[in-house]
């Protein structure tokens, strides 16, 4: 089994119910870590080592592009880095108190 295979959707404790402002923020915010990772993700791979790059094809250009933003999406969704759950406790401050 390849590393990427392993990557599933996230499973944990069931979440209550949002309200539906809420759930737009969530969205939104890992929306938001999604992007942040994929940039972080191509700044790593513009990097360059001074070396012959062998996997240097525009088809393997293309295919690291998708995993990027695959594992990307996987990160954000889980919010791996804690950047949408920082973004939605900041925001969801604003929300609650215009709800309340």
């Known amino acids: 089994m390849s ?3 392993a990557i599933g959707p996230a ?3 069931a979440t209550p119910e ?3 402002e809420r759930a737009e923020l969530r969205k ?5 870590e999604a992007i942040f990772v994929r940039r972080m993700l191509e ?3 513009a990097a360059d080592f001074g ?3 062998v996997m240097g094809a ?3 250009e293309q295919f690291s592009a998708m995993r990027d933003e695959h594992l990307a999406d996987i990160a954000a969704e889980r919010s791996s880095f804690g950047i949408a759950d920082a973004i939605e406790a900041q925001l969801s401050a604003r929300l609650d ?4």
């Open 51 to 53: 070396g012959d790059d």
């Open 11 to 13: 499973t944990g404790p």
């Open 58 to 60: 525009g088809g393997m």
């Open 43 to 45: 700044a790593a791979r």
């Open 28 to 32: 939104a915010a890992r929306g938001f």
């Open 97 to 100: 108190h215009k709800e309340g």
């Open 18 to 20: 949002l309200s539906p």
């Open 3 to 5: 590393p990427l295979s």
